[in-house]
């Protein structure tokens, strides 16, 4: 293969965190994958995150708008009608990613994502609820396209997105085996607005700006809209031995890096970080988080050892599990704002599973909403103090991971 000139970017020899050990296999391909990746261009090709995508059932998008638009700072912007989804866009500002809240329109409806939930218990109770996988923006999404397709990445053809709904003006890879998320490339001029077509007529649903006003109007007299933050990261769980090529995958396919790895003995697994290596902030491009059992569960009855991640892999699939939210440093009302947050949230009837984790003194505060009843997604939010930089601590992501495991246990 033929390769332009050296990449402008780097994506080796950046630090490395955490106490995980990773197999020899992992680390021989590692430096070789991203190596190769800068030298033929795909890392200065291939940008940040444009958009995440989301299914529910038909009739919930609409209350599901109403809890993101509490929940988070995301504004609800227009409606596309096609013939099998009402696609929501939903927006904070053009720095951050937009949500692609789809909504199936025919109960009966199959397609190769219900086809995923069907095969896991608590998937399957939810049919077209899941979270598909990211938008990611492109500078040139014909040779990117030409240059993964020759790394053997499948894609869907054109004719494949039109029967899914999803936007002709990005290329969408074949879900992935050991995420079952999608990823998909979008070529965008920098400052030109994003769109997503031939999405079918475009309009403002009243029902849904309605409900959209409403939640915002909360949210102000819960005075917490200026506290809750963009995206900070988005985790998803696998098998345990699907770890290292998951984590491969996705920097194959995209322009992030591998940040590191953090073993938690006490919960049985792993949380592993990749960001992106452009030198911006978490709010433009979120990380990408993957946790895994360190043991599969078919050796837990040997050792008595707990598998709270594994658990929910096998009842609902490969996928993801939360959307984490940073909030602002600082203190309202005589509390950190995270704890200011998470009352405000619950005193409208909105779970959580457990208290507010950690200190200041730790560098970070966190928690855990109970999963949506609509897309069965946690919403996480984070609190960092001073020039705190990681995602989380091993006591913190522990408790977390042991209060997430004891609402998903094996049906």
Sequence with gaps: MNY?????????????????????????????LLEERDRCGLTDMIGGIEALMITVEPGNSIEYIAELAL???????????????????????????????????????????????????????????????????????????????????????????AGLDLPSNASFSKPSPYTHNVVGYMEREPNAVRVYHPLGNCSIMPHAQDTYEKAKELQRKLDIGDLIQPVDHLATRGYSQNREA???????????????????????????????????PESFSPAKVFTANNLPYCVNHLDGLPSPTETFVRNFGPRLHHIALSVKDGERGSKENIDFVVDAIASQGKSFLLEVVGSRDAGLKQIFSAASPISALIIEYVQRFGDFQGFFTKDNVARLTAAAGAGESLE
């Design 71 to 161: 929940m988070t700072p995301y504004h609800y912007l227009v409606t596309l009608d096609s013939p099998r989804h009402l696609t929501h866009i939903l927006r904070i500002d053009m720095n951050s990613p937009d949500i692609l809240l789809r909504e199936v329109k025919d109960p009966g409806y199959h397609d190769i994502f219900r086809n995923l939930n069907d095969l896991h218990p608590s998937g399957a109770q939810r049919p077209h609820s899941r979270y598909l996988g990211e938008i990611l923006w492109v500078s040139d999404r014909e040779r990117v396209l030409e240059l993964q397709q020759a790394r053997e990445f499948r894609f869907f053809s054109a004719d494949a997105l």
């Design 246 to 280: 998951a984590l491969l995958e996705y920097l194959a396919l995209s322009s992030y890096y591998y940040w590191g790895s953090y073993n938690i003995p006490d919960q049985n697994s792993s949380t592993n970080v990749c960001k992106s290596v452009r030198p911006v």
């Design 4 to 32: 332009p000139d050296a990449a402008k970017l780097k994506s080796t020899g950046l630090p490395r965190n955490g106490d995980k050990l990773n197999s020899e296999f992992f680390e021989t391909y590692l430096p070789r």
